[in-house]
């Protein structure tokens, strides 16, 4: 199958830092169509090689085998072009799609790894130069607008030129093996889909914790935040994956639908859960893994009086039956204890006791994201010391390690989103109804605290975030996974 991907923004920071190196992934993998070419768009004056020499100096940063041979870049380097292209101006979408006009090739996918405030004017720009035929695809990268309004305009204009079809709007936690799993483990095994429900789960816990700060990014973090950067997406759809119903196949749509009941029925927020079911945090200085660290409002690009969130910890409840009053907890952040993503199902305690239990030890299932993909169940059974005291049960934990069973060479996020694009399957990728009901979930948030005069709760870089967070679980009884 021919196809050509067409990368605008093909000089930025996610072409080479994810998008380059999934590439070169599915190449050396052969999973890649032999039949394609790869253009770069960017603003900078460059030729096919110098862009070709540009992205090779830069897999000097990805790790070690990840890395191309001599050997292999070169070959890799084949499929490699690139085309200025000012995108205010329209005689350059005219130049584009002349050179897409030479190959005719069966697919061309257009990713958009530019600035979200650009997809408005690209979509139509590139309509007007008519490259939305039928064979085209649409790679939307986030953030997907700022707010409810401008998602809703980007998706707009993008219905006028283009049908849903043909959209892909990335979150990449859904191309994470791991999440995959997640929807495996739900829906390809009878055994959980009796007790995944409030009658035996007494709440989950999502956490996505990098202990990382901004880094370069600091400009764009400080107009973003952790809700619009992790909660709105990534975090939403681990929730949706959680809580869905079985869907009746697993077509896009099939899938989607079910997300989206999920989003619809989130509970949404009053004055009271404003006050009592949100934290919003913001890192201080402090020590990673034994390094000291400068708080966020000393990182470059950062107003040094801002008040952006780089943590957030909230209850998010859905109204239904399933998960009537089943708290589901979400927390993410920057510069926190460690880069640690898993998701925790505590499941109630026994009915009744005929042994002791340890108290707090009824059973957990849970979920690692990354950087280890594996899941552990959390029994309770008879151990050695019970010579002693026969009725006294230890907690011991069934084990399952993705990486050694199937090999830490699986396909990563990026690498199984792309060829999904070019193979045309949406099932990993969101529909503009999940996005926008998403964003109606998380804007009275973001309204509430740009009218809150209340600085964020400050936390020490290194720790797992504002004490406020356990303090806001714990009134339901409930602790965070490291503290019990
Ligand atoms: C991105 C966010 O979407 O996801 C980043 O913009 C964040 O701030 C990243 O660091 C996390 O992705 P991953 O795959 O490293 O967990």
């Not at 280890?372 to 010391?385: I, K, P, V």
């Not at 390690?401 to 045309?424: M, N, S």
């Amino acid at each position: 199958m021919s196809f050509d991907l067409v990368l605008f923004g093909g000089t930025g920071d996610l072409a080479w830092r994810k998008l380059m190196p999934a590439l070169f992934q599915a190449f050396r993998h052969g999973t890649l169509p032999p039949d394609g070419r790869i253009i770069g768009i960017a603003r900078d004056d460059l030729s096919d090689d110098q862009y070709r020499a540009l992205i090779r100096s830069r897999f000097d940063a990805v790790d070690l085998d990840k890395r191309p041979t001599p050997q292999e870049f070169e070959r890799f380097a084949g499929l490699l072009h690139y085309l200025r292209v000012d995108l205010s101006q329209p005689q350059d979408y005219a130049r584009l799609a002349a050179t897409l006009r030479e190959r005719q090739a069966e697919t061309v996918v257009m990713y958009l790894a530019t600035a979200p405030a650009l997809f408005t004017t690209v979509v139509q720009q590139a309509a007007a130069a008519g490259l939305n035929r039928p064979n085209t695809r649409l790679v939307l990268e986030k953030p997907l607008g700022h707010d409810l309004a401008s998602n809703r305009a980007i998706n707009e204009a993008v219905r006028q030129v283009l049908s849903e079809k043909q959209v892909f709007r990335i979150d990449h936690y859904l191309g994470k093996p791991a999440v995959q799993n997640l929807f495996a483990l739900r829906f390809g095994n009878a055994l959980f889909e009796p007790v995944w429900r409030r009658e035996h789960i007494s709440n989950i816990q999502i956490t996505i914790a990098e202990d990382f700060g901004v880094e370069k990014r600091g400009a764009f973090y400080d107009s973003t935040g952790a809700l619009r950067d992790m909660v709105q997406n990534h975090a939403l759809q681990l929730l949706c994956a959680l809580a869905m119903e079985p869907p009746i196949n697993a077509h896009a749509d099939a899938i989607r639908d079910e997300k989206l009941k999920v989003l619809r029925s989130l509970k949404p927020w009053t004055p009271e859960t404003l006050d009592q079911h949100v934290v919003r945090g913001q890192y201080g200085p402090g020590k990673v893994n034994g390094e000291s660290v400068i708080g966020y409002r000393d990182e470059p690009g950062v107003d040094p009086d801002s008040r952006t969130e780089t943590f957030v910890g909230l209850r998010a409840d859905i109204a239904s039956w399933r998960w009537a009053g089943v708290p589901f907890y979400i927390r993410t952040g920057k510069r926190l204890a460690a880069r640690e993503a898993h998701i925790v199902v505590n499941f109630r305690e026994a009915p009744h006791a005929i042994f002791n239990a340890p108290p707090g030890t009824s059973n957990k299932l849970v979920i690692h994201l990354q950087p280890r993909d594996g899941l552990e169940m959390h029994l309770l059974a008879q151990g050695q010391e019970n010579r002693r005291n026969g009725s006294t049960l230890a907690p011991v934990q069934l084990n399952l390690d993705f990486d050694k069973r199937f090999g830490t060479e699986r396909v990563g996020a990026y690498e199984r989103l792309l060829l999904d694009v070019i193979a045309g399957r949406l099932n990993l990728f969101v529909r503009s109804d999940e996005q926008e009901e998403a964003w109606r979930w998380v804007e009275p948030l973001l309204e509430h605290w740009r009218s809150d005069q209340r600085e964020p709760r400050i936390y020490a870089a290194g720790t797992w975030g504002p004490s406020a967070s356990s303090g806001m679980i714990a009134r339901a009884g409930h602790c965070w996974s490291e503290e019990c």
